[in-house]
């Protein structure tokens, strides 16, 4: 099983742990991590074996020592059966580091891999969900939890739940060793074990819930970060680094007050449970002691008994941390568990109905009407038909909120209308596969969206097989084959976070360049050259007409000198559709369309001799 497989099977399992579940349990959430961990079933026996024996190894320990005492240091004991009880001290020993290497080695494999399942499985997740969600939860935020919250449950995986087990198995053996030895002075050890056990879980439940908090608290740190430096040039141009310092700072010390309640809470459970452990070994081995001097104990089995004591009640302190490293992991896993049980808005039918072959690149709106998840009160689309015919060229223009992306949007299927439907060549979205819908639109948007990677596999990302003459080609007829050529790895050039290291202009025609290698018959632009000066906008509204030709298209005009050559110029306000025609014919009309034209030219027939 491949590690993308075994990362979304951790998602398929964690389906019944939703975060409403999982609160009503500390450690409910830890469950996901354990089913991760089953997918490797060789290296988890191989850890729990290496874990049993070094447990085991440290109470023999105990036992060696008791021998010798006993044995060889008795009175008319042989000398040489000192050697041989020192050989068996040493020989338990080594079997306890080679254990001990063996359990490292197991444990730490196993953490590596169930944190890079639990991002796989979360990122897989994530790909698939609908643009509202990200509206309503912050990508910088859910950043943070892929990096923090994960580097959390890899310490549980390969450190805490290893030291916990394995101080669990040295407790309860310590304790049947000691009622081996002294059954009388155990059984005042073990009846006092609930009275450790009830302050744990007392100061459990409220350690969970601050150290929920507490994760939250540096995911808001994570996300400041992210924000600032992502729009340094802004913060900087408008003088707002003290302001951004102050905010930074904030949230820092929101963190910290969360994290002194967490560490007060761990440090007052430690106390408390170290106070009762060892009071009460000490109480028991001073009676121990009173044995050992009326002789009905031998000095041997007072020494194995303290040592083994002493490992029991490390053991139980031990386990106070431990629960609180395990609870802050719980704490972590159920923020990650939130993500895995997200389920996608738009999501393929069972029986998709299959577009029609060859496609033809008709685009129709049938009556729509849609409010964004997040601004119920506002009507995007009110009752809005539109038929776009294949091969046509439909420019779509009005103010600002008119309802111009929000046909995009639908038209990717990244929502789904409330009322009407929109068809791709005759077939309802949401009876079609999305991602088959997808491939037959081509996006431009209205900046041009690079990522850090080259050159080529940005002109790619539209055809991920396409060769390097493909790209040359679709370079070429973008305007983008010049600076290509002239950067210094070509094609493999890394272009920086965003495409940092080239102009507006050369983004864009990437940006076409791209939508060339995807030759899909829908054509999505979001006026791509709003934001370039004259020269840049020359080359690009080039490389557009060429990515025009022979498909439909939908073009969102903020400029108008740029939709003279559409087919059809459809004006929207609010939602719906005021005007329809030619250039020509909307400027002589006297309405929306010319009092905008009128805004940007001399006058409203002065856009046509451009």
């Known amino acids: 099983m491949n590690a993308i497989s075994e990362g979304n099977s951790v998602a398929e399992l964690s389906e019944e742990d939703a975060p409403g579940q999982s609160s009503e349990r500390d450690l409910g959430p830890l469950r996901m991590i354990w089913k991760a961990a089953l997918a490797y079933p060789g290296m988890l026996t191989l850890a729990i074996v290496a874990l049993i024996v070094t447990a085991l190894a440290t109470l023999a320990i105990p036992a060696g020592f008791r021998l010798v005492i006993d044995r060889g240091f008795a009175e008319g004991g042989d000398p040489q059966d000192i050697g041989r009880w020192f050989e068996y001290l040493l020989m338990i020993v080594v079997v306890l580091g080679l254990g001990t290497a063996t359990r490292f080695y197991a444990v730490s494999w196993l953490g590596e891999r169930v944190v890079a399942d639990v991002r796989l499985a979360v990122q897989d997740n994530l790909l698939r969900l609908s643009p509202s969600f990200f509206e309503e939860n912050s990508p910088k935020e859910i950043s943070s939890r892929m990096t923090a919250d994960t580097a959390i449950i890899e310490q549980v995986v390969g450190t805490t739940v290893s030291v916990a087990l394995r101080n669990s198995i040295m407790a309860i053996g310590g304790i049947v060793y000691l009622f081996a030895l002294a059954p009388t002075l155990t059984l005042g050890l073990v009846v006092g074990i609930p009275v450790v056990i009830l302050p744990l879980a007392w100061f459990g439940r409220r350690l969970r819930t601050v150290s929920r908090t507490s994760q939250d608290r540096i995911a808001d740190i994570g996300a400041n970060v992210t924000e600032v430096l992502a729009g340094l040039r802004i913060v900087q141009a408008f003088n707002q680094e003290d302001r951004e310092n102050r905010r930074f700072a904030d949230a820092v010390g929101r963190s910290f007050e969360t994290a002194k309640r967490r560490i007060a809470i761990r440090a007052a459970m430690t106390a408390v449970v170290i106070v009762m452990i060892f009071g009460a070994i000490t109480l028991l081995m001073w009676r121990g002691a009173l044995g050992v001097a009326a002789g009905d104990i031998s000095g041997g089995t007072i020494a194995a008994f303290v040592i083994t004591g002493g490992i029991v009640a490390g053991s139980f302190g031990s386990l106070t941390e431990v629960y609180g490293n395990l609870v802050r992991g719980a704490g972590a896993a159920g923020r990650l568990n939130e ?73 990717e299927r990244f929502y789904d209308p409330a009322t009407g439907s929109v068809k791709v060549d005759g077939v309802p979205l949401k009876s079609a596969d999305p991602a088959e819908v997808r491939r037959r639109i081509a996006l431009v948007p209205q900046e041009g969206v690079l990522f850090a990677a080259s050159a080529r596999d940005n002109l790619r990302y539209g055809n991920w097989d396409a060769g390097d003459e493909a790209i040359w080609e679709a370079a070429k007829a973008a305007n983008a084959e010049r600076f290509l050529r002239e950067l210094p790895q070509g094609l493999d050039t890394f272009l920086g976070e965003e495409g940092a290291r080239l102009s507006g202009g050369q983004r864009q025609r990437i940006a076409i360049a791209r939508a060339l290698l995807r030759d899909a018959p829908i054509l999505l632009l979001d006026e791509a050259t709003s934001a370039l000066d004259a020269e840049s906008e020359r080359l690009v509204q080039d490389a557009l007409e060429r990515l025009m030709q022979d498909r439909t298209t939908l073009v969102i005009a903020h400029r108008l000198a740029t939709v003279r050559k559409a087919d059809r110029i459809v004006v929207m306000d609010e939602g719906r559709i005021v005007e329809e025609g030619t250039h020509d014919h909307l400027a002589d009309a006297g309405g929306l369309y010319a009092r905008l034209a009128a805004l940007q030219f001399d006058s409203p027939r002065a856009v046509a001799a451009d």
């Open 339 to 411: 993500l895995l049980n997200e389920r996608p808005a738009i999501a393929p039918p069972a029986r998709p109905v299959a577009l029609p072959e060859p496609p033809r690149g008709q685009l129709a709106f049938d009556k729509v009407s849609f409010r964004y998840p997040t601004r119920p009160e506002v009507a995007a689309l009110s009752d809005f038909t539109l038929a776009v015919e294949p091969g046509e060229t439909v420019a779509i223009v009005g103010p600002s909120g008119a309802g111009k992306s929000t046909l995009f949007q639908l038209a």
